[in-house]
């Protein structure tokens, strides 16, 4: 028996069971997944390739967008996240009222009072109000005025980013327009009137709004309205006007006339100059009369006994808070009168310019400037001017200096009084800045 018998059985052996395992494995299926899968993306080895790839390229857009955008929200949070800053508010004068929020009933403001975005000031004919925004910008509110605070809003992280928005209803208000923190600073503030709005920059301002006009004046600075697609601006000693409807008008005057029609241009059927009133209140006949001449001048005429008065009268109802100069200019002429002087108790003259007003306590006044030629009697003379012709004169005096002094102006009136008298007037102006 050989010696190589057993190695030989035992390699036909291994051999047997590796050709049986060779056919197992040629009848079996390409790819067996490791588990079973109910996906259609992962069935193949190529589909879920592309699902792998997919998978890891989106998570580097991912990883890229949020790499990006977090530090870019961060910086836009930091620079534009805002927060409502909250004014003061307190008396100057008598009682203001204050309305929250601009929705429900008026109260009376506490001694100092807080003002929140939306709230609404108002005060009365003899009230004031003084407002302290967070910039330290200031608004002095005067009689008769109605303002709101819309906007008051400061970056949460950058305080020299901020917004001012203060609109002005009615009445006048004196802004003072603090500076802002240094020179990168992006401060907007705005005055809004009817019809417009009104950018300001460091300064300060009147603003006047009346029922279809608002003017802004510029004490210091430049203001720049925005009205009707159109701009106009006014620097130091300027003036710009919005009309309701109508583009602004800038780089006008300081100086403002507050009569209406202070030439004469332009009358009525009976001769009465447009904007003025006509009376005469002459104790007997004949009544004083009134003329348009040729030059435009408005001429007075009587020529009997008796006390005359003959007017030519203007309404002109508006506060003088806040100007800081009050003219009345006209041109008069006295061609003759019979009663000397001011006449037996120095208040009757050919030609007198007379303006009712109110003083600080409401109470009415009335300031008188007469012109004459002769006073060959000796007769009393008060508060007038004796003229040295018949030629034209030009006659200026400033209201304010007046004791007490005009808070407000009722109305004006050119008067030709006495008995027998002729006079003229070719202007009248109530010059204010």
């Known amino acids: 028996?050989?010696?190589?018998?057993?190695?030989?059985?035992?390699?036909?052996?291994?051999?047997?069971?590796?050709?049986?395992?060779?056919?197992?494995?040629?009848?079996?299926?390409?790819?067996?997944?490791?588990?079973?899968?109910?996906?259609?993306?992962?069935?193949?080895?190529?589909?879920?390739?592309?699902?792998?790839?997919?998978?890891?390229?989106?998570?580097?857009?991912?990883?890229?967008?949020?790499?990006?955008?977090?530090?870019?929200?961060?910086?836009?949070?930091?620079?534009?996240?805002?927060?409502?800053?909250?004014?003061?508010?307190?008396?100057?004068?008598?009682?203001?009222?204050?309305?929250?929020?601009?929705?429900?009933?008026?109260?009376?403001?506490?001694?100092?009072?807080?003002?929140?975005?939306?709230?609404?000031?108002?005060?009365?004919?003899?009230?004031?109000a003084f407002i302290q925004f967070f910039d330290g910008s200031t608004a002095l509110v005067y009689p008769n005025t109605t303002v709101t605070l819309l906007r008051s809003q400061r970056a949460r992280f950058r305080p020299d980013r901020y917004t001012l928005v203060l609109v002005v209803d009615e009445g006048r208000v004196r802004f003072g327009v603090a500076p802002p923190p240094d020179e990168e600073a992006n401060a907007f503030v705005q005055a809004r009137v009817p019809g417009g709005e009104v950018h300001l920059v460091e300064g300060s301002y009147s603003v006047d709004v009346t029922k279809d006009t608002a003017q802004v004046t510029t004490r210091r600075g430049v203001a720049t309205a925005h009205a009707n697609g159109q701009t106009a601006a006014a620097v130091t000693g300027q003036r710009v006007r919005v009309d309701r409807g109508k583009g602004p008008i800038g780089a006008l005057p300081a100086r403002r006339d507050l009569l209406q029609n202070p030439v004469f241009g332009g009358t009525d059927v009976s001769g009465v100059p447009a904007e003025w009133e006509f009376r005469d209140?002459?104790?007997?006949?004949?009544?004083?009369?009134?003329?348009?001449?040729?030059?435009?001048?408005?001429s007075f005429s009587r020529a009997g006994v008796g006390h005359g008065e003959t007017i030519l009268s203007q309404n002109v109802d508006v506060d003088l808070w806040d100007f800081e100069r009050v003219d009345i200019e006209a041109g008069v002429r006295v061609l003759e009168h019979s009663l000397s002087g001011g006449g037996w108790q120095g208040s009757e003259y050919p030609m007198m310019l007379r303006i009712t007003f109110r003083d600080i306590t409401g109470t009415v006044h009335s300031w008188t400037h007469g012109f004459f030629l002769h006073n060959d009697d000796g007769l009393p003379v008060r508060d007038a001017t004796r003229v040295a012709s018949r030629e034209w004169q030009r006659y200026e005096a400033s209201l304010l200096s007046l004791v007490p002094r005009p808070w407000r102006i009722i109305r004006v009136e050119v008067v030709a009084s006495g008995w027998d008298y002729a006079s003229s007037v070719n202007s009248i102006h109530l010059w204010a800045d």
């Open 1 to 128: 028996m050989s010696v190589r018998e057993p190695a030989s059985a035992e390699t036909a052996a291994t051999d047997a069971a590796t050709r049986a395992a060779d056919r197992i494995i040629a009848t079996r299926p390409a790819y067996a997944p490791f588990v079973q899968s109910f996906s259609a993306y992962t069935a193949t080895v190529d589909q879920a390739s592309v699902l792998a790839w997919r998978v890891t390229v989106g998570a580097m857009a991912l990883l890229v967008v949020l790499a990006v955008t977090i530090p870019a929200g961060r910086a836009w949070y930091v620079g534009w996240a805002i927060e409502s800053k909250a004014a003061s508010v307190r008396a100057v004068e008598s009682v203001i009222f204050l309305q929250r929020q601009g929705v429900g009933d008026w109260v009376a403001a506490e001694a100092r009072d807080s003002l929140d975005e939306g709230d609404v000031v108002r005060t009365a004919i003899n009230a004031r």
């Open 281 to 298: 209140i002459s104790e007997r006949d004949p009544a004083g009369m009134i003329k348009v001449e040729g030059d435009g001048a408005i």
